[in-house]
């Protein structure tokens, strides 16, 4: 047998041999055979996070709805779809990819603080599960829709539990000068004012405090916040069938330690169960944790570039195919796909895109030479869903492993199709 070692937190993405796996898969030949930028995600990685879950949620009652933000491709949805997860959905958008993709629509929970009429009305056509409301403005209007289409829509209001997820600024969504959900304070209100609203049914009672959460203590504390709104709401008659604890849970990017979801869920579903609400149809909405250590983002090395400050490395990825170090000074691990007689250095790892703010990683020890291929890690979440087309750089190609086989799941953008839909005047 061949020695293999893993990377921390990636079970699915080892090196063997002389190269770098996801799972039976060596990466150069995909590199080779689709060009890079290459995302290549491993489908064993996704099922065993998803595991993870399910073990947590062990003999209760729990859907598990996908955040399909963190990476909407539709090999993916279907690969959740078919594992029996629903999906939360934050715009039309979404709900046409979960339909393309098999997904069954009355396993939908729709979030977001803007949705419009028209996104309304697409959910309400296909009977989605929920509504997760986040203002009483919106309440108005969605009854208002609701009832003009002869219909009910179930609904769950988003509460701003005020809890401190100790996250990026940028990803702590449930503080109080944060504009997602409903104050505690007001919540009573809302729930009341959604009670007496004709095209309304109150089902539930949801919050999201933040993303990249790697200590339990704040969702142990979010919990305690809404538990104390279930009483007060049903104590003012309002009756709460399910309550949904949002996504959230961190990843192992660089040394990083969050608790595994059985373990979380462990001391979640005891504090449940102390409170007396521990068989409640209950509901999460996990992003990151399902996806994001099961994908790499495969990059040639196109030049380096030495200098007086610092050396180079020039590859053919850039913030448009990995957003995340731009957006947040987010570290992701980059290693080689192969070792390489290059030259070993310290190196700030640039794209090609004309701004400073497009790096992959500062100050990395590689060794490397032009034509190597290197792979940035945990690279499943938040990057091909948060691509764009900036410096008309088409989006990569996608494959999904799923043992020894590769599917190619999106071919590369051609720059004819980033300016199909223009027009010269
Ligand atoms: N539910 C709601 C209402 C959300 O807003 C989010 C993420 C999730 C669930 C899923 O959270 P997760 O389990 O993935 O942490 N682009 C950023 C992350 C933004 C997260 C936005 N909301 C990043 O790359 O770090």
Redesign the pocket.
Known sequence: MTATTELPGQPHIHYSVDQLHVEGLPLSPLACEHGTPLFVYSKAAMLSALDAYHRGFAGRQAQI?Y?M??NSSLAILQVFAEAGCGF?I?SGGELARVLAAGGDPAKVIF??VGKTRHEMKQALQVGIACF?VESEAELDVLSEVAKGMGKVAPVSL?VNPNVDPKT?P??S?GLKGNK?GIAHEDTLRAYRHAASLPGLKVVGI?C?I????TETTPYLDAMDRVLDLVADIEAAGIPIHHIDF?????INYNGDTPPQADALWAQLLAKLDTRGYGQRQLMI????????NAGVCLTEVLYLKPGEQKNFCIVDAAMNDL??PA??Q?FHQIVPVKPSAGQDAVYDVVGPVCESGDWIGHDRQLQVKAGDVLAVLSAG???M??ASNYNTRGRAAEVLVDGTQAHLIRQRESAFDTFALEQLV
Do not use: W
């Open positions: 709805c955040a933000k963190a939360d934050v979030s977001g997760n988003r990026h940028y990803i969504t997602f949801d999201h933040g993303s990249q959460i949002g996504g959230g849970l961190g909405e996990p992003g990151r944790s399902l996806v994001g957003p995340r957006m947040y987010a979440a938040y990057c869903s948060m």
